[in-house]
């Protein structure tokens, strides 16, 4: 039997494509993944409690100015995994740009009992629906973060990193309402994993869905039928965790919402980066996209002066361009006049590869009687298990 046929048939057999491969890639984890966080917290966040039956079981840290005046914008911003709302603010530094530009934050925040890895479960039908799960707490701390500061319910934002830029798709979709516009950095699109195989098949790039499908999975997760967010996708083109052509995918499953054509209406360099910008029929930008060169998986920094509060460290690359900043000037956050100069560098060696970072989900509940699906499952979670990623 050739190699090509012996493949094939386990494949069929598994009815997982690459099931071998995924499982060891995870049990290669042990030694790669970073040690876990032991910074202190953050002790400008502050813990935002009481905002909801919060059903997906999250904890939120929120900050306000002290300056902040009556109807000011928020921005939601999910950490990305192995992450914590201060580890991830202190590299991307979101608080630091909320002095300057005068908007209010909250960091949802997973826990360890929801998912080992502190992932977001962006992928799990139970968490990426509208009514329940984690998309619904997020809601509430949106309504609760609004109501308690007398924050401009039509200036809502919402970014994450990886998992966390998954779940924001999640968000946008589910809840499109909510935001006036997101921005995903190395996340996927939305609706197109719903079982752990299918989130690493999505992450390697393998399609799961055309174009017009990936448009109708939004159109079909809420009864929205008004204007829809504005996007920014980020993400590097040596991503070896999430594929860059999931950002493609995004931008194809948003572009059907917006009606705007597959061609960009313009292309520039931004910082050295490749800057690609969709316009509706009203001239007004829509999506954007940044393909950052060379780039592995992780958040885009420019950790100078000009950019205060932002710090390289797992994940949070510094190659010369701050998605942070940049972002707020899409959603136009900056204030009049006061944008900060954005200095940029001049390409030197290509960036330092980030470690891959895998967005590892809970394991599904083992269903009552034994199937074929059941006994797969059991494989990826001892994979799981003796690569010390799930207890």
């Not at 499982?23 to 970073?34: D, E, G, K, M, W």
């Not at 002290?66 to 000011?72: N, S």
């Not at 199937?371 to 797969?376: D, L, Y």
Request: glycine share 10%; hydrophobic share 40%; charged share 20%.
């Amino acid at each position: 039997m050739s190699c090509w046929c012996r493949c094939h048939y386990r494949r069929r057999r598994t009815n997982i494509p690459g099931l071998h491969d995924t499982i060891t890639r995870l049990s290669a984890l042990r030694n790669r993944r970073p040690n876990s966080l032991t910074e202190e917290p953050d002790r400008r966040l502050k813990a935002f409690e009481e905002f909801g039956s919060n059903p997906g079981d999250l904890l939120a840290r929120s900050y306000v100015p002290e300056d902040l005046g009556a109807g000011a914008p928020l921005v939601v911003v999910l950490h990305g995994c192995t992450q914590s709302a201060s580890s991830y603010n202190r590299g991307a530094g979101w608080i630091d740009a909320a002095d300057e530009h005068g908007f209010a934050l909250v960091f949802p925040e997973q826990q360890r009992a929801n998912n080992p890895n502190l992932c977001f479960n962006w992928f799990s039908p139970a968490d990426a629906s509208r009514g329940g799960g984690e998309a619904l707490s997020i809601a509430q701390m949106v309504q609760a973060m609004c109501a308690r500061h007398g924050l401009d319910g039509q200036r809502v934002y919402i970014t994450g990193l990886s998992a966390g830029g998954a779940m924001a798709a999640v968000m946008l979709a589910t809840y499109p309402e909510l935001f006036a516009g997101g921005a995903v950095i190395a996340g996927l699109p939305f609706g197109t994993a719903t079982t752990v195989p299918e989130a690493f098949e999505r992450m390697r790039g393998n399609a799961g869905s055309g174009p017009g499908q990936l448009t109708q999975l939004v159109r079909s997760a809420s009864n929205h039928n008004g204007k829809w967010p504005v996007l920014s996708v980020w993400h590097g083109s040596s991503d070896r965790t999430v594929d860059a052509s999931n950002a493609a995918a995004l931008i194809e499953q948003w572009r059907g919402l917006h009606g705007v054509a597959a061609s960009p209406s313009a292309t520039e360099t931004v910082a050295g980066q490749q800057r690609r910008v969709w316009r509706d029929h009203h001239g007004a930008a829509v999506i954007e996209e940044y393909s950052i060169r060379n780039m592995g998986h992780g958040t885009p920094l420019d950790a100078v002066p000009a950019n205060a509060g932002e710090a390289a460290g797992p994940y949070m690359l510094d190659v010369g361009i701050s998605s942070t900043r940049q972002i707020i000037g899409f959603w136009a956050l900056d204030r009049a006049g006061d944008r900060p100069r954005v200095v940029a560098r001049p390409p030197t060696a290509k960036p330092a590869e980030i470690k891959s970072l895998i967005i590892l989900p809970c394991g599904p509940a083992t269903p009552s009687a034994p199937s074929r699906t059941s006994k797969v499952q059991d494989v990826i979670e001892k994979a799981l298990r003796s690569a010390g990623l799930m207890n």
